[in-house]
């Protein structure tokens, strides 16, 4: 857990606890830990499924569910703008100290990208290195990537699994991002 964020344990927050550890640098705040809780906040998006519960298109609406069986892909609701400052401040040593960093960013080639502690490193087809994660669950994918220097970042939200499963929607996406201002 990165300096100055306390614990908490996995499931509904403990009483008298934020809903979420919020950083200075890294939220505006409306980030949050659902734990049991089935609703979203408000303003969000729609959660579609096709390929999770094999149900034809457009899918069924999974929005409001319990993401507590998804584990820790389930534990964070964030915004992009949350997302890409998290980023920003994590890969410019804003959050940890620089021993850390390196572990995080040191990688071993998994496919056509490299994976480290909680980071994987892609690059584009005109050879952009970025630093990201991705995540998703029933109906929704997410993917955030921000070149290492942090001066260009991007977060993409599907609020399907249909096309986020084959993987090839956000790399497409991402290269025309990158590609076209690397």
């Known amino acids: 857990m990165p300096r100055g964020w306390p ?6 927050n403990p009483a008298g606890t934020a809903p ?5 640098a890294t939220c505006s705040c ?5 734990g049991t809780r089935e609703t979203l906040p408000h303003p969000s998006g729609r959660a579609y499924s096709t390929a999770q519960i094999q149900a034809p298109q457009p899918g069924v609406d999974v929005t409001e ?34 021993a850390q960093l390196k ?9 056509a990208d490299a994976h480290g502690l909680g980071l994987f490193r892609m690059t584009t087809s005109c050879g952009a290195e ?23 970042r991007m977060t993409l939200y599907f609020n399907t699994d249909h096309l986020a499963l084959q993987g ?7 290269d025309a991002e990158f590609c076209r201002h690397p």
């Open 7 to 12: 614990t908490r344990p996995y499931g509904p």
């Open 30 to 34: 409306r980030t949050s830990s659902p």
């Open 168 to 174: 090839t929607a956000a790399r497409d996406i991402t």
């Open 130 to 152: 970025l630093w990201g994660q991705r995540g998703g669950g029933y109906g929704f994918e997410a993917l955030t990537v921000s070149t290492r220097d942090t001066r260009h």
């Open 65 to 98: 569910f319990n993401p507590s069986p998804l584990r820790a892909s389930g534990e964070i609701i964030s915004t992009a703008d949350d997302l890409n400052r998290f980023y920003s401040a994590l890969l410019d040593g804003r959050l940890l100290p620089q």
């Open 20 to 24: 979420w550890p919020q950083h200075p």
């Open 103 to 111: 572990e995080m960013t040191t990688t071993i080639s998994v496919g």
